[in-house]
């Protein structure tokens, strides 16, 4: 339990601190000037001062802002003549306080003696109905944007839907989800509308951002600090080598409990990790989102240059009455079970465009799978490691993929999707079955809604795609058969290479006869 402290509700004024120690320096007693300084003046745990700022335009009053030894020096002491009596009783006097970014707690609080200020200001409706206690005007408004939500960034896809809205109530808990959500679509179709909406009149600006690339690409993210949902507009093209660091540090962001915040010329805190982030494109602004935590939706474009829609959606829901209620369907019509319950990169259902991602970033070993053998709807024929290697270079070549693997990383990556090598006679090789590999594909989600199998040919009943093997399709059960009779071949090859030396004056021999019967 903590206890609530009070903080100043006007601006600094250095003139009632001039004047509260001229006054107090004729009776040699500084009561009022250090009462007065110890209102917006903080030592914290790390030697510095925090000054709190009262602004008029913030909800909450007021931002914290750290302050140096110096920089306290000449905003204040300096003020008061450095007064040595001010300065040692502020020494004895002063609390330690530690900066938190704490969601559903007050800006100044204590718990046990320990002190703490409170850099996030908390969600816009910290008061709410419950939903069903709303007029129905408000509910229609609600409903109105409900419907936008279903169709444009779900897609009318009814499973989307209700873990996207999960996904939205997980953040109004103040929880994180551990993904990010990626919007790309042309321009007009109304996917930033809603973030919008979510920022101004749900979750409130205090809690939100729109960002720049500063905080990812340099050190100074004290701007992140108590914020729970980010969203970048239009992500900036990245070399190969800035995206690799943006990456990584945008994925770490995403996950993390807990972050070290700077700014410029202030020393670093650690607090709470809130964040969630949204990115809104309309070119392709992530150079791997494939992985788990980017959950890419299919963004309809139904409404695309519809301005009586969007005119009508911001004129009925664009306000704190539908906001509040909207936040208060989201807590109280999604209930606490299904948010603890929901896993954010399990649940969301895989879309479209997230299976293209994954398709086109395929490394180039599983798209010489997919592309010679799923696709074609072709096993892999029994055929020499070595063999198989060489046509998986045969194929970058031909389809110009500069990107390939050395002998041993190209089994390695074979070995990771468990199409591993056997060994006959000390002569590794592969042999998998296209139900096998089609397997493999679906759990990997190799395949999109753009790639094409090729037609069954039904007279083509005996395939042979490599030179050494051969599968009979419409005879999967005779694999052992089949399986023996290669063995075989091979057995009479090495016979045939062993013997022919000897074979070759039989057949002179024979010549020579042919020759004499004809003189």
Not at 70 to 78: G, T, Y
Not at 186 to 207: A, I, N, R, W, Y
């Amino acid at each position: 339990e903590y206890t609530e402290l009070e903080l100043p509700n006007e601006s600094f004024d250095v003139v009632k601190l001039q004047d509260y120690y001229n006054k107090d320096n004729i009776k040699k007693k500084y009561t009022k000037t250090i009462k007065y300084i110890g209102k917006y003046y903080f030592e914290s745990s790390r030697g510095t001062y925090i000054y709190y700022n009262y602004r008029e335009d913030i909800k909450e009053n007021g931002t914290f802002e750290i302050r140096t030894s110096d920089e306290f020096r000449k905003e204040i002491l300096n003020k008061v003549e450095n007064n040595k009596i001010i300065i040692a009783q502020i020494k004895m006097s002063s609390k330690i306080h530690t900066v938190v970014s704490e969601l559903f707690k007050p800006r100044y609080y204590m718990i046990k003696n320990k002190y703490f200020l409170n850099e996030c200001i908390g969600f816009k409706h910290k008061k709410y109905k419950p939903y069903d206690e709303y007029d129905k005007n408000v509910k229609d408004g609600v409903k109105l944007m409900l419907d936008f939500i279903n169709e444009i960034s779900c897609c009318n896809n009814k499973e989307m839907y209700l873990s996207y809205l999960k996904y939205l109530a997980t953040l109004c808990r103040g929880k994180k989800t551990d993904v990010i959500i990626y919007k790309k679509s042309v321009e007009g179709t109304g996917k930033s509308t809603e973030s919008e909406f979510l920022m101004k009149h749900v979750f409130g600006m205090d809690v939100c951002l729109i960002s720049g690339t500063e905080p990812l690409t340099t050190n100074n993210n004290k701007i992140f600090m108590g914020k729970i949902f980010v969203v970048f507009e239009e992500l900036p093209t990245f070399s190969k080598a800035n995206w690799e660091s943006v990456s990584s540090k945008l994925k770490t962001l995403t996950t993390e409990d807990m972050w070290v915040y700077r700014d410029l010329y202030e020393k670093q805190i650690c607090a709470s990790n809130l964040l969630n982030f949204q990115i809104n494109t309309n070119v392709e602004a992530l150079k791997d989102s494939q992985g788990r935590r980017i959950i890419i939706l299919d963004i309809n474009p139904s409404r695309l240059g519809d301005y009586n829609f969007f005119n009508n959606l911001k004129k009925n829901c664009f306000n704190d009455k539908i906001g509040e209620a909207f936040y208060s369907y989201l807590m109280t019509k999604i209930t606490d079970n299904e948010v603890e319950n929901f896993n954010a990169q399990r649940d969301f259902p895989k879309t479209n465009n997230k299976l293209l991602a994954i398709s086109n970033q395929l490394n180039s070993v599983y798209k010489f799978i997919k592309m010679e053998h799923v696709l074609r709807k072709q096993g892999i024929s029994k055929i020499l490691c070595k063999e198989l290697y060489n046509n998986y270079i045969d194929f970058c070549n031909e389809n110009k993929i500069q990107y390939q693997y050395g002998k041993n990383v190209f089994y390695q990556t074979l070995d990771g999707v468990k199409i591993n090598r056997m060994d006959v006679k000390n002569k590794p090789y592969y042999k998998v079955s296209l139900d096998i590999l089609n397997e493999i594909a679906n759990k990997g989600k190799w395949i999109c809604e753009y790639d094409e199998y090729e037609k069954d040919n039904e007279d083509d009943v005996i395939n042979q795609l490599y030179p050494v093997g051969i599968e009979t399709k419409k005879n999967e059960d005779n694999n052992d058969e089949t399986e023996k009779l290669q063995n075989r071949i091979l057995e009479l090859e090495e016979m045939i290479k062993n013997n022919k030396k000897e074979m070759k004056p039989d057949n002179e021999n024979k010549k020579l006869k042919e020759e004499n019967v004809k003189i």
